[in-house]
């Protein structure tokens, strides 16, 4: 029975060290066989989203200017992230504080529980950084869907206000969907063919 509850223990922390290692340690992408690039971890890319940046780099003239819209659900995973970190941590928020609760010297194998509830809450950052970052980007494109007519919906927002959007939502990846009847078309020309129906 010890065993069992030591190999337990013990795939635990290797969870945790695991997730954790996901979440804040540096990422390396492999370009080609001769060349790796290193890309920040998914906490610094999140820390440093470009939506959360007011500045931009850009100098502004007038104080009348109108600032960028902030990333609400990317500053929710921070906070969120943080203030748990913080409640872990005894109030440290750092990537280095994190890196500590991997450590097996920490815990005792009565913690296997707690450790595996640790490990699936920062899996579940992990999986949501990556959602927010790899979050499509889409466009409205004006006029009239070709199949139920419709022009214009109203839909919630990230933080649930109901807003008026144009019923055809163009998206990065060269594709369009009717908000209003779920059609959908795919490919470049698909595009190109709605937007002069449009």
């Known amino acids: ?19 954790i290692d996901q979440l804040a340690s540096p990422r390396f992408l492999r ?8 890309r920040p971890s998914l906490w610094d890319e999140m ?3 470009p939506m959360l940046q007011h500045d931009n780099g850009i100098r502004r003239r007038s104080v009348a200017k109108s600032v960028p819209p902030l990333r609400l659900d990317v500053l929710d995973w921070l ?4 203030q748990q970190v913080g409640q872990w ?12 609760l991997g450590s097996p010297a920490r815990w005792r194998p009565q913690d296997t529980a707690a450790i ?14 990556e ?13 009239r869907c070709p199949e139920c007519l419709v022009a214009q919906v109203f839909t919630r927002d990230d933080v649930g206000d109901r807003v008026r959007k144009d019923a055809l939502q163009a998206t990065d990846r060269p594709s369009c969907s009717c908000l209003a009847c779920g ?16």
């Open 1 to 19: 029975m010890g065993d069992v509850v030591e190999l337990r223990f013990r795939l635990a922390v290797a969870r945790l060290a695991d997730a």
């Open 31 to 38: 370009v080609n066989d001769t060349f790796t690039a290193r």
């Open 47 to 49: 820390a440093e989203h």
């Open 79 to 82: 906070r969120s992230v943080e």
């Open 89 to 100: 941590c005894g109030g440290e928020v750092s990537q280095d504080a994190v890196f500590g």
């Open 116 to 129: 595996e509830a640790m490990a699936t809450t920062v899996d579940g950052w992990v999986a949501d950084a």
């Open 131 to 143: 959602t927010l970052l790899n979050a499509r980007r889409t466009f409205g494109i004006r006029g």
């Open 183 to 198: 059609q959908e078309w795919v490919g470049l020309d698909a595009l190109h063919q709605l937007a002069a129906v449009s």
